[in-house]
C-alpha cells in the first residue's frame, strides 16, 4: 500500500480520517495511506438515504463520469442502520456488492438514526449506553460488508437538523460512526469519514441554516436548508458532502486518472 501524504491529507488522517474540511478536488501527489490499489477500471456504487438519491447520487455520477469511473447507487429514502425492521441495509449489503462489484464504496447513512434501536424484535432506547454499543457493532459490520476485499469505503457522516432529539443524538451518532471508520481504518481496512455533521452545526450544537460553502467560490453565508429544515439544498450538498468525497476518491486513483482530475479542477477554478 502507498503510503506518502500531502501536508493536507496528512493532517486530516491524523484527526481520524475526516476528510470534511479538505478544498474541493485537493488531490495528493502520491496516495495517501486509506487508499487501495487501484487500477483503470475503477468502478464506483453508492448506498443511502434521501440525499443520495436526490442529489448526491446525482452530483457524484455526473462528477465521476469525468474521470471515466462508472457509478450507480441504491438509495432509500428514511433509511439508517437503528431500524433494520424498515429497511435493512447490512442485511442487504452482501448482495449488492457482488451485484455490482464495486472497487470504491460511498455510504450516506446516519441522519436518521435519531431514533430507538430495534433489535431482535425489542426496542433499544436512546436514553440506554446499549443503544450506543448495538448501534457501533452495525456500523462495523457495514464496513467490514461493504469494505471487505481491499475496496475503499468513503461514509459520508450525518448531519444535523433542529429538533431536541435530533441536537442530542447527531454528535453521538457522528462520534460513533468515526470512531468505527478510524479503527476500521486502523485496522488495515480502506476508509475515510467525510464529517458532515460539523459543517450542518454551530459550536454550540445547533442546526446551521445558512453557512459559507468552502469552493464555491463565494465568502458570503447562503441558505444550505431546504423549506422542511432538514434536507441540504442541491449547492450545501454538492461543496459540503460531494466535493469531499470526490477529493477522497481522485487522491487515490492511478496516475493517468488523477492528471485528468487535475486538469478539471484547474479549467474549473476549483
Known amino acids: 500500500m502507498r503510503t506518502a ?22 488531490r495528493a501527489e502520491r496516495a495517501p495511506s486509506y487508499c487501495p490499489d487501484l487500477d483503470d477500471s475503477v468502478r464506483a456504487y453508492a448506498i443511502g438515504s434521501s440525499t443520495l438519491g436526490n442529489a448526491l447520487g446525482p452530483i457524484l455520477k455526473d462528477e465521476l463520469a469525468a474521470d471515466d469511473i462508472p457509478f450507480s447507487r441504491y438509495g432509500k429514502a428514511s433509511s439508517g442502520l437503528a431500524r433494520p425492521d424498515f429497511h435493512d441495509w447490512v442485511k442487504l449489503a452482501p448482495g449488492l456488492i457482488r451485484r455490482h462489484r464495486p472497487d470504491v464504496v460511498v455510504v450516506s447513512l446516519g441522519t436518521n438514526d435519531y431514533q430507538d434501536l430495534f433489535h431482535h424484535g425489542k426496542w433499544v432506547s436512546t436514553t440506554s449506553d446499549r443503544w450506543d454499543t448495538l448501534y457501533r457493532a452495525r456500523v462495523d459490520r457495514l464496513l467490514k460488508e461493504v469494505g471487505g476485499d481491499g475496496r475503499l469505503v468513503v461514509w459520508v457522516g450525518n448531519t444535523a437538523f433542529d429538533g431536541k432529539r435530533a441536537k442530542r443524538m447527531a454528535p453521538r451518532v457522528a462520534k460513533i460512526i468515526k470512531a468505527a471508520v478510524r479503527a476500521y481504518a486502523k485496522a488495515g481496512g480502506h476508509a475515510v469519514y467525510v464529517d458532515a455533521y460539523h459543517k450542518t452545526a454551530d459550536r454550540h450544537g445547533e442546526a446551521l441554516t445558512r453557512a459559507v460553502l468552502p469552493g464555491s467560490g463565494s465568502k458570503k453565508k447562503v441558505n444550505i436548508r431546504h423549506p422542511d429544515g432538514v434536507h441540504l439544498t442541491h449547492d450545501a450538498v454538492r461543496w459540503l458532502l460531494a466535493e469531499p468525497v470526490l477529493t477522497a476518491v481522485r487522491a487515490c486513483l492511478p496516475s493517468d486518472d488523477a492528471a485528468r482530475a487535475d486538469d478539471s479542477a484547474d479549467e474549473s477554478g476549483g
Not at 501524504?5 to 485537493?26: C, E, H, N, S, Y
Open 5 to 26: 501524504q500531502t501536508p493536507i491529507l496528512a493532517a486530516a488522517l491524523a484527526a481520524g480520517l475526516a476528510l470534511g474540511a479538505l478544498p474541493t478536488r485537493a
